[in-house]
């Protein structure tokens, strides 16, 4: 009994289509007209997006195949052959006015005409229009060259896959040959295969795609079509050039020619001897062994290589043989402008870890939204009685995670989930980076990328704007907290209960605890590895390192609860902590200081002007480490007396002594956020300007910052910090209960009135708040002028890529990324623990565990700065591991899944 497929409801309708197989559905399409326009209308409706349309125009037939993009399998579901090659005995054959139509063997609809052009026409616009599908490929001998202008006019997007193959009888294609490479058009691949004259030629320009394969007639490509070509990956088989052609292509890339190029392998005709080559060329390295992957998955390594560097700042390898040459561009994350998230971990399907990755990266934006959520409860909800029964208010701010968290599913799977061409590009970095071939990623392209919808290559605007949309939840969150932090603090001050006010300083550093570690590990590495490369802001090392963070934000945060929430009125702290911390800090101090004197006078690329300033920074951090040895300082607010203690611990000496050197140790803390400034200044300003090196007043303006602010800093400590007579009294108790002596020197910052001894009255300390401020502009400036210097030599940077050698360029970003190491530890470990215990207070915002706790980390400023030096200026940390040859650059970012890689690599089609 025939299937009733007329009648059958749209549901199970739609269920029967989907199963069938393509050449089928064809098949059924010529049942009826009434089938035909049933199947037609089902996938208008669901275009059948990973299916691909290809059209073959032969000499003998034409013929349609479908594919689909994850696989090289394509079916045939339509040919046009002509009349004459029937044999009507051996078919049986429905005839129409326009055609005979009758099967092959395998099974799909042949249609035979007495034209063959007008056949092969019919039957493409036949499938094309029952699919709803725009021509993928196409494949043509000479006598189908017509095709390329029939394609052109039918269709606006572009093919993307072409193959021109040699006919069956052959006779001369130089003409054919021509007229393809002045006319199609492919976004992807162009394959050639045709037979030539030894005296074809072409003047042209072809490209720009992806792919060039010449297979075993390259005689006529010369070495203006090997310049003129604009492809990725260039393949050309048998050709004709000669060492001295290869020579000449070489200094033609290296001066910045065909930029796009990642790959080129020539085979010659004849052997070839590629003698003097190292005089004709200037090699970077040599012995250098680097692989390739054939699309089969075959991989070839290429040993005794050569490399070299083009004035962009791209490096390639090149291997000579007498048979071919090949050679091989490597390009880093810097080059390659893409950001990369792929898993590891367990191994799963790779769809599946595609959605994990998803779902990691939608946990890190909503994990940022939770303090914030915090915050609008109790500021909102708490705060206001009115609101506290608010159900539908209350809804919406517990909701908000699940508000951000489906926009950012949605855009993460639009825009970061590689699409076919990412997936081929990426094949060979990802096995780099996880050691697998099969590995789940994401991909956040910056620059433009091929698009699969246009075909051509457009920026990733799905990826821009989910990364736009992650972006601005993160920076609400932000604001969100900061301003229910400050109306809470507003709240805290009309309570007239003082455990309402204890209740409510606890929440309040509840609140502030769970923030800012998210902050340090998801807002920071998120700004610092998606934000900044858009600003052209690029540090490889910096964006590999810092998402390391991002799977510490869920198991570090609970312990900073633990630890730093106590119900506890007075809090003092331990001596001995205080002098094991200090202890500890001056030895690795001295042992990393030592190492980076070392290891700088070893590097050969820094000028004397970099060398002396590293060794004064390492000199000067040396003797920071020893006054916090000796002096072992404990800081403390207290919040009952409104006053900030610095009281001297560490070795015992006079009560005078004492005090000049914590006096000593303040300003050395203040000066030490000078230094990266200083050192900026000379960089932007001295070093970047010809006119500016041999100013000599300006160098020493500059060099003399330092003790510009460390001289007024010292006065203003004495007249401000030193306590008088009724201070030292009023502390002696305290200042016993804290250290267990009692005769310790100490500091003492007043925020509230104390007794002046020459007035006999209460009044306000004005020098110590002259000391405080004059501190904190100074720390505040040091930071605006690193920002300015660092912004103005980014700017000088991007003009000098185009006229200074790549060395030279290295050798800047290696200052660059100097600079900005040594300046980014101090702000944390100085200027954050300063503003938390000396600032803070004057705007009534009071953590006494905080205060208490954060300037521990004056003490580590001198000891972990060298050490991040050593590990992320590659320069410092070559000389100390030995130079490693064709060490990939790679980054991980956490235990289950590697991200930002480096290298941009290639499949080669053959």
Request: proline fraction near 4%; include cysteine.
């Amino acid at each position: 009994m025939p299937f009733p497929i007329l009648r059958t409801p749209l549901v199970v309708l739609s269920e029967v289509i989907s199963l069938l197989e393509p050449n089928e559905i064809v098949t059924t399409s010529f049942c009826s007209e009434k089938v035909k326009r049933l199947l037609k209308r089902h996938y208008q409706q669901r275009k059948p997006s990973e299916w691909i349309l290809g059209m073959s125009a032969c000499e003998l037939y034409g013929s349609v195949d479908i594919g689909t993009l994850s696989d090289n399998l394509r079916k045939h579901v339509l040919s046009a052959k002509q009349i004459s090659v029937l044999d009507e005995s051996q078919h049986k054959l429905v005839e129409t006015n326009e055609y005979k139509r009758g099967f092959s063997s395998r099974s799909y609809p042949v249609l035979y005409f007495d034209d063959r052009v007008m056949g092969a026409k019919m039957v493409l616009d036949y499938a094309s229009d029952l699919f709803n599908l725009d021509i993928y490929g196409l494949e043509i001998d000479r006598s189908g060259f017509w095709a390329i202008d029939w394609i052109n006019n039918r269709q606006e997007k572009m093919l993307v896959h072409f193959e021109f193959n040699n006919n069956y009888s052959n006779w001369d294609g130089d003409e054919a040959m021509d007229h393809v490479l002045r006319n199609v058009r492919a976004s992807d691949c162009y394959v050639f295969k045709n037979i030539v004259s030894d005296s074809f030629r072409f003047d042209g320009k072809l490209g720009p795609a992806y792919h060039l394969l010449i297979n075993s007639n390259g005689n006529w490509v010369t070495l203006n079509n090997l310049m003129n070509f604009d492809f990725m990956k260039i393949i050309i088989e048998k050709s004709r050039f000669f060492a001295s052609d290869v020579y000449s292509f070489l200094r033609h890339w290296r001066a910045g020619g065909s930029p796009r190029l990642t790959f080129l392998m020539l085979t010659f005709e004849t052997d070839r001897h590629f003698e003097n080559f190292e005089e004709e060329l200037e090699f970077v390295e040599e012995g250098i062994v680097e692989q390739y992957r054939l699309s089969d998955g075959k991989i070839v390594q290429l040993r005794n290589g050569y490399s070299i560097q083009g004035m962009d700042g791209v490096k390639a390898v090149v291997h000579f043989q007498i048979h071919n040459f090949v050679m091989k561009t490597v390009m880093y994350l810097d080059e390659t402008k893409a950001l990369y998230i792929a898993k590891g971990g367990f191994d799963l399907p790779i769809d599946i870890g595609c959605i994990l990755l998803i779902l990691f990266l939608v946990f890190v934006v909503t994990s940022c939204t939770g303090p914030a959520v915090q915050y609008l409860q109790v500021t909102h909800l708490l705060c206001s009685p009115v609101q506290k029964t608010h159900s539908v208010l209350r809804t919406i701010i517990t909701l908000i995670p699940l508000f951000v968290a489906i926009p950012t599913v949605i855009l993460v799977f639009n825009g970061y989930v590689p699409n076919e061409y990412e997936k081929e590009i990426s094949k060979e970095m990802i096995l780099v980076v996880t050691g697998k071939n099969d590995t789940s990623f994401l991909m956040a392209a910056e620059e433009k990328i091929y698009d699969n919808s246009s075909g051509t290559f457009e920026y990733d605007i799905p990826a821009r704007i989910c990364t736009g949309f992650i972006f601005s939840a993160m920076f609400l969150s932000l604001i969100v907290v900061i301003v229910g932090f400050i109306k809470m603090q507003i709240t805290m001050k009309k309570k007239t209960s003082i455990s309402n006010q204890k209740s409510q300083k606890q929440l309040n550093l509840l609140l502030f605890v769970q923030f800012i570690f998210p902050f340090i590990t998801i807002h920071i590495p998120f700004y610092v590895a998606f934000i900044l490369p858009f600003a052209d802001i690029e540090f490889s090392n910096l964006s590999s390192k810092l998402p390391y963070m991002f799977a510490w934000c869920p198991a570090i945060n609970p312990m900073l609860v633990i630890c730093m929430i106590k119900m506890m009125e007075h809090y003092t702290t331990n001596p001995l902590m205080e002098e094991i911390n200090a202890g500890t800090a001056g030895i690795v101090s001295l042992i990393a200081n030592g190492l980076l004197i070392y290891l700088t006078s070893k590097v050969k690329t820094y000028s004397d002007t970099v060398r002396l300033a590293q060794y004064y920074s390492c000199i000067f951090r040396l003797a920071f480490s020893l006054l916090v040895f000796v002096t072992a300082p404990t800081i403390m607010y207290i919040s009952e007396v409104k006053a900030l203690y610095i009281v001297k611990g560490g070795i015992d000496m006079s009560r005078e002594l004492g005090n000049y050197l914590i006096n000593l140790f303040l300003v050395l803390v203040v000066t030490s956020c000078t230094g990266p400034t200083v050192q900026y200044l000379q960089v932007a300003y001295l070093l970047s300007n010809p006119a500016l090196k041999n100013h000599t007043v300006l160098r020493l303006v500059i060099n003399a910052v330092p003790i510009l602010v460390a001289i007024p800093t010292s006065i203003f400590i004495f007249l401000g910090y030193m306590p008088n007579s009724y201070e030292m009294d009023i502390s002696e108790s305290l200042i016993q209960e804290i250290t267990g002596h009692e005769d310790s020197s100490f500091l003492i910052a007043p925020e509230e009135k104390i007794m002046m001894p020459e007035t006999g009255t209460m009044e306000y300390d004005v020098w110590a708040r002259i000391c405080t401020f004059f501190m904190f502009t100074a720390m505040v400036l040091s930071v605006l002028v690193v920002a300015a210097c660092f912004s103005h030599m980014q700017k000088m940077m991007s003009k000098k890529k185009s006229v200074t050698t790549q060395q030279s360029l290295k050798s800047q970003k290696q200052l660059n990324l100097l600079l900005m190491v040594q300046f980014i530890f101090p702000f944390i470990t100085i200027h954050i623990p300063f503003y938390t215990a000396f600032i803070l207070p004057y705007a009534d915002i009071e953590f006494t565990i905080l205060f208490s706790n954060l300037p521990y980390l004056f003490s580590w400023c001198p000891a972990i700065n060298p050490i991040l030096v050593i590990c992320m200026v590659k320069n410092v940390r070559d000389t100390l591991l030995g130079s490693r040859k064709n060490t990939p650059n790679t980054g991980v970012t956490f235990t289950s899944s590697h991200a930002l890689a480096v290298k941009n690599s290639v499949i080669v089609k053959k």
